[in-house]
């Protein structure tokens, strides 16, 4: 058995390296094993139990993905949004104008139109939740609406969000506006002769118009 050492200070022995492995026997612990000190192999670290708490957390917030098992499923439509609906657009670029309601895309965005040739809104798609549903309604003739899909949308925004560089940047006021493409301009004049036929003066007059509120107005007690 080992002697006890003899500390001068906390941690510090009086004995040196010399005499420390001669109290030690660490000598014949090297001889009994061939010259060298014994190793023991490494005990396998026991498998993490699943949803035990660690016992050390990291000194930095580390984020953690959140389980997302939702399916995206479209909006269900309100009831008091029918094909040939007119609408109220409440924000975008066209916001206060007055919109004739399509169809529904399997989006769950709402496809609408001015018609562009009365109050320059083009077939579009909206939120269901930006909109205001009028009891105007107008009765709809047979309309092809197979072309107005979310992919012929998609293209057209896609190449508006495209992003622009430090040059892009510079040059936009000597570049020239882009025309819109054939395709599109063909599709509305189509859209628009099909519809406007079914519109009275009256409606016409009533769609060309854009919705305010003046002072004094009550938006919850209006009834659209």
């Given at each position: 058995?080992?002697?006890?050492?003899?500390?001068?200070?906390?941690?510090?022995?009086?004995?040196?390296?010399?005499?420390?492995y001669k109290r030690k026997a660490l000598w014949a612990i090297k001889k009994k094993n061939g010259g060298k000190f014994p190793t023991h192999p490494k005990?396998?670290?026991?498998?993490?139990?699943?949803g035990k708490a660690p016992r050390f957390y990291p000194a930095d917030d580390v984020p953690k993905p959140l389980a997302h098992k939702a399916v995206n499923k479209p909006a269900s439509l309100r009831a008091s949004i029918t094909p040939g609906t007119v609408l109220v657009l409440l924000a975008g670029r066209f916001k206060g104008k007055r919109v004739v309601f399509l169809s529904q895309l399997p989006s769950g965005l709402l496809l609408v139109t001015g018609p562009f040739k009365l109050n320059g809104v083009p077939a579009r798609r909206v939120n269901a939740a930006y909109v205001i549903?009028?009891?105007?309604?107008?009765?709809?003739?047979?309309?092809?609406?197979?072309?107005f899909t979310d992919s012929y949308f998609a293209a057209a925004e896609s190449k508006k969000k495209a992003k622009k560089g430090e040059k892009e940047?510079?040059?936009?006021?000597?570049?020239?506006?882009?025309?819109?493409?054939?395709?599109y301009i063909a599709n509305q004049k189509a859209l628009d002769?099909?519809?406007?036929?079914?519109?009275?003066?009256?409606?016409?007059?009533?769609?060309?118009?854009?919705?305010?509120?003046k002072d004094g107005d009550r938006p919850h007690l209006m009834k659209f």
């Open positions: 058995m080992a002697k006890p050492a003899k500390f001068i200070a906390r941690g510090i022995t009086a004995e040196g390296r010399a005499k420390t005990k396998a670290a026991p498998a993490p139990v699943e549903a009028t009891s105007t309604k107008v009765a709809l003739p047979q309309l092809d609406l197979s072309k940047f510079f040059s936009a006021a000597d570049a020239k506006k882009k025309d819109l493409a054939q395709e002769a099909a519809l406007l036929p079914a519109l009275s003066a009256d409606l016409k007059g009533y769609l060309s118009t854009r919705f305010s509120l």
